[in-house]
């Protein structure tokens, strides 16, 4: 039995959201369904509005409730959303074991290794239950090896130039 494919985005460059969206959004137009969960992330309310319209389709969760960045947090702030955090690889692990979408799309999870708030062999367990219908992609800064050698594709975002940086 083949598995779905497992596509990474990642590196220090932006675009890794917005490539992973894009593939969302081609997922969707082929009358696929897909969930977002996201890790790590500020939260945007215009983003979130946007994100919003494109239900029932594609479908965005966020289990972190601070409206600050993870390392901008106290020690209790950061255990708190680790906690949080968990809960939305728990959720990751229910979609996998129940099918209920065609693509999951685990943004900047990667973090959570880079972080210590998971291992990789614990997202690599949590990858080992899609089925054959279901793609997962992720996304994040830093990638080990064992994820890179589990993947199917792997693309390294890196900046070559930004106007943005001057």
């Known amino acids: 039995m083949s598995m779905g494919k497992i596509q990474v985005y990642y590196g220090n460059g932006r675009g890794k959201t917005s490539a992973a969206l894009g593939c969302a959004i081609h997922e969707a137009s082929a009358l696929g369904s897909v969930i977002i969960i996201e890790f790590l992330k500020r939260k945007n309310e215009d983003e979130s509005a946007f994100l919003k319209r494109l239900e029932p389709e ?10 600050r960045n993870y390392e901008e947090l106290d020690e209790q702030g950061q255990i708190d959303e680790q906690m949080n955090m968990k809960n939305g690889m728990n959720y990751a692990r229910k979609v996998l074991q129940t099918g209920e979408c065609s693509v999951l799309i685990l943004d900047e999870v990667l973090g959570l290794v880079d972080y210590g708030i998971i291992s990789e062999e614990e997202l690599l367990s949590l990858l ?3 089925s054959e219908e279901t793609d997962v992609i992720l996304t994040g800064r830093v990638l080990g090896a ?3 050698d589990y993947a199917d594709t792997v693309y390294e975002i890196s900046v070559r130039k930004d106007i943005c940086e001057s």
């Open 58 to 67: 594609i479908r965005v969760f966020r289990f972190q409730k601070s409206g």
């Open 128 to 130: 080992r239950l899609r």
């Open 146 to 148: 064992g994820l890179r």
